[in-house]
């Protein structure tokens, strides 16, 4: 039988309660889950690449069939090296369906450029719970020094890598 590598990328920055529940439904469908933290050299990020990492890694660290990793180069070339054939996306409304769908549509292009054939991606709806829940919305809480226990899994560890003396 095939073992189903499966990815989910995403700048991740800061991981939030939402991207939690979206990695533990996967681990019910696929062998095998990477958290792709994906590095945008043209953007700089609330916390750095290695921050994220370590909250990731903090997060995921009781799913047994998890590991989180960093790429800032392709896509397409990470999932190639790496043997990734099954590409998965949460989408909490239409804006995020159109968005991805448009990523996905610009990767297919590449990975057949390059390699062939793209892998699958599966498209799955957010929890009703993680809506809201969004890194850009944390980020804006954190900005006006707000509370957001109830919406990343490590808020004191978040907290300890964005203090500054």
Avoid: W
Avoid at 4 to 20: E, W
Avoid at 35 to 60: P, T, Y
Avoid at 137 to 148: A, G, I, P, S, T
């Amino acid at each position: 039988m095939k073992i189903k590598r499966a990815v989910i990328p995403g700048s991740y920055d800061p991981i939030t309660n939402g991207h939690l529940d979206l990695i533990k439904r996967a681990t019910e469908f696929f062998d095998e889950v990477t958290v792709l933290i994906c590095i945008n050299s043209s953007k700089r990020g609330f916390v750095d690449a290695e921050v994220r990492k370590i909250l990731a890694e903090d997060a995921v660290k009781d799913l047994e069939n998890v590991k989180v990793d960093c790429c800032g180069g392709l896509f397409a070339d990470y999932c190639q090296e790496n043997g990734i054939n099954v590409v998965v996306k949460g989408v909490r409304n239409s804006s995020d369906y159109s968005y991805e769908t448009e990523l996905k549509a610009y990767n297919d292009r590449i990975f057949a450029d390059k390699y062939g054939k793209a892998p699958e991606t599966f498209f799955m709806q957010a929890d009703d719970a993680y809506i809201h829940a969004s890194s850009t919305f944390v980020r804006e809480m954190l900005k006006y020094n707000e509370d957001v226990e109830k919406y990343v899994p490590n808020a004191d560890l978040l907290l300890k890598h964005i203090n500054r003396p």
